[in-house]
């Protein structure tokens, strides 16, 4: 299971650091997490979901989202996808002073502006993959290229001091860690309120302002990673499963398998021996 926090090591040469995904099903799902550094999501192709400060995106063919520094995030690929992710240093835009706001799910730039961005982050990936010795000045020189455009289009003066975002941080981190390390007890949303010294009805609303997934939606994710780790690598029966991974019954584990995952969890450890 991934870490909460995640920490990333730019390439120093070449800037960012930079990958591709692709998923042939709906079972990639990856739990909510944050990250010093700031991160673009370009969807070549497919859909991605995206949970992030307080909302739900849905990425499709040829969209792209930028997301800030320490913003929490989570994903699901809801079809067959490829999906191109750019990670930037924290200082990235320390001179400029600026939160990107890129999101073509929900704002339409200029068609101009984004054919112009798409192509850049193709180039840029290209470039990323060459093996060419002095191939990586070309790199900085697109890098640079692509700051200036999020910068100029898509920069918006940062509001928010540092210091109150480090305080949310460190209240949310305390939730999420607290949720991943009890998860299996099928903890509650009273339980967990308590311990952390809140009340539930504030818990639960900063929690989704946040995180963008209710309490139980980020819970249910950490269970079901849980239980395909298990269907994957042993061979508990389902009531066995259920109960490791803080369901509280079978019936619960297989109707909450089946609405993230598209199948039962039966038919997914078919498909899986299959293979």
């Not at 054919?115 to 990586?136: F, K, N, P, Q, V």
């Not at 007890?185 to 339980?191: D, G, H, P, R």
């Not at 504030?202 to 302002?209: D, Q, V």
Request: glycine share 4%; charged share 20%; with cysteine.
């Amino acid at each position: 299971m991934k870490k909460i926090y995640e920490h990333i090591e730019i390439d120093r040469k070449k800037l960012i650091n930079l990958f591709v995904f692709e998923a042939s099903d709906t079972e990639r799902v990856i739990p909510m997490h944050f990250h010093s550094n700031m991160e673009l999501i370009y969807c070549i192709s497919g859909s991605l979901r995206v949970w992030h400060e307080g909302k739900v995106t849905t990425l499709r063919n040829q969209d792209v989202m930028f997301i800030n520094s320490n913003i929490p995030h989570s994903t699901q690929s809801l079809t067959e996808n490829r999906v191109l992710v750019l990670q930037f240093p924290e200082s990235f835009f320390a001179n400029e002073q600026v939160i990107i706001q890129l999101n073509t799910a929900e704002e339409h730039p200029e068609e101009a502006v984004l054919a112009h961005l798409r192509a850049l982050l193709m180039e840029i990936y290209h470039l990323h993959l060459s093996t060419g010795m002095y191939d990586y000045i070309l790199t900085q020189s697109r890098v640079l290229e692509l700051k200036y455009g999020l910068v100029e289009h898509f920069g918006r003066a940062s509001q928010v001091s540092s210091a109150v975002n480090t305080v949310k941080q460190q209240r949310i981190q305390t939730i999420l860690d607290f949720i991943k390390a009890h998860y299996t007890e099928n903890i509650s949303l009273a339980e967990t309120a308590h311990i952390c010294g809140y009340s539930g009805a504030y818990l639960s609303r900063m929690f989704h302002e946040y995180t963008g997934q209710t309490f139980t939606e980020y819970k249910q994710i950490l269970c079901l990673e849980k239980a395909i780790e298990l269907l994957d690598t042993t061979d508990k029966s389902l009531t066995e499963i259920s109960y490791e991974t803080g369901f509280p019954n079978v019936k619960s584990f297989r109707k909450a398998f089946k609405e993230v995952m598209g199948k039962t969890p039966y038919e997914y450890k078919k498909s899986t021996v299959m293979y």
